[in-house]
């Protein structure tokens, strides 16, 4: 499924990503944040003299910022930054589409951890917040922007999710159901998640009949250690290419989200996506649509509770250092503009 050697040989229907296992940075300065950016953009210079198919190239949560988690003002980014106005150039110059990663600067509480996907003119396709930060650990406000799908090369239709987000089917559905074939799963793991890291990866992609393609930080800070391991998912589960330790390695594979397509229409066993929401039709016209998950319509109405909920140990980040938060989250209105390019 993956032909032509990674996107060596590429087919007419075939979109060739490649996946930047890149050296995990600790920038604390303005000035070391502008020298990662330039990074970023060495990379994109080595990825097109590298494979001249490739259409897009992804790189990790905390491409430009490290896992010290630092919010200071001083190091965050926002949309009309010189830091992303950068990468947007370089997309120009290489002529490829990117997918990148910033931390976001937000007036009204802490920052967003915020993924953009910019094609080969330039120009921000997709926009999106994390959803679900790896708490108790990390900062970051909690994403107000839904799950955005746009229009991806070569006829594809792609997704974003960021790191911790792939660790619940929910995303990866909401991925599908809005009609992406590609989803791109970013992240700045360490070892120790290595096993969810990829059994998520392959279940993200089976249950869904979707393509993932994922890609962590690589090597040391000094402090942390990040695991690259880079992977590209079929839609039947099965691993296409995968990349291992090795930092600022591009790991490419040609992906066939056509094939995905097919599979969604004509797959009759394990067709998921679609049985999901048409339960039982061999028994009764057009399957039972109702919604039997007690978990969703409680979510949905703003009750979800645990049956161990008093119990749970860690509610807030105060066992990482943060202070416990007052300020209650306040979801956009329907009527927000969601940053979703159709």
Not at 74 to 80: A, H, N, R, V
Not at 149 to 157: A, E, F, L, M
Not at 169 to 187: F, H, N, V
Request: hydrophobic letters at 35%; a negative charge; aromatic letters at 8%.
């Amino acid at each position: 499924m993956s032909g032509g050697l990674g996107g060596l040989n590429k087919s007419p229907k075939g979109v060739v990503v490649g996946l930047a296992q890149l050296a995990l940075p600790d920038p604390h300065t303005r000035a070391a944040l502008w020298q990662q950016t330039e990074k970023v953009i060495a990379m994109m210079a080595k990825a097109r003299r590298s494979m001249p198919s490739l259409d897009l190239i992804v790189f990790p949560e905390y491409s430009l910022h490290g896992l010290s988690m630092d919010t200071s003002p001083e190091i965050l980014c926002t949309l009309d930054g010189p830091e992303v106005a950068a990468l947007r150039a370089a997309c120009v110059t290489y002529k490829l589409w990117g997918c990148f990663s910033i931390m976001e600067a937000n007036p009204e509480g802490n920052p967003y951890n915020s993924g953009l996907i910019v094609d080969d003119t330039g120009e921000i396709r997709l926009y999106y917040r994390k959803l679900h930060p790896w708490v108790p650990v990390e900062p970051w406000e909690p994403g107000n922007l839904g799950i955005p799908v746009c229009d991806g090369p070569n006829g594809s239709k792609l997704a974003l999710i960021i790191c911790h987000d792939g660790m619940f089917p929910e995303m990866a559905r909401e991925c599908a159901y809005k009609g992406a074939d590609i989803m791109l799963r970013t992240a700045g793991y360490t070892p120790p998640i290595r096993h969810a890291w990829k059994i998520t990866n392959q279940v993200n992609a089976f249950t869904n009949l979707m393509q993932t393609a994922s890609v962590c930080m690589c090597g040391s800070d000094g402090t942390f250690d990040s695991m690259g391991e880079a992977m590209f998912v079929n839609f039947d589960g099965v691993t296409l290419a995968e990349g291992g330790g090795r930092a600022d390695e591009i790991i490419c594979c040609e992906l066939r989200p056509d094939l995905v397509r097919e599979a969604r229409l004509h797959w009759g066993v394990e067709n998921n996506i679609y049985q999901f929401g048409h339960r039982g039709y061999s028994a009764v016209a057009g399957g039972a649509q109702d919604c039997p998950y007690s978990y969703m319509t409680d979510l949905a109405a703003g009750r979800y509770v645990l049956p161990w909920e008093q119990e749970v140990i860690h509610t807030d980040g105060t066992s990482c250092g943060m202070p416990r938060p007052v300020r209650r989250y306040q979801p956009l209105s329907p009527n927000t503009v969601t940053g979703e390019k159709k």
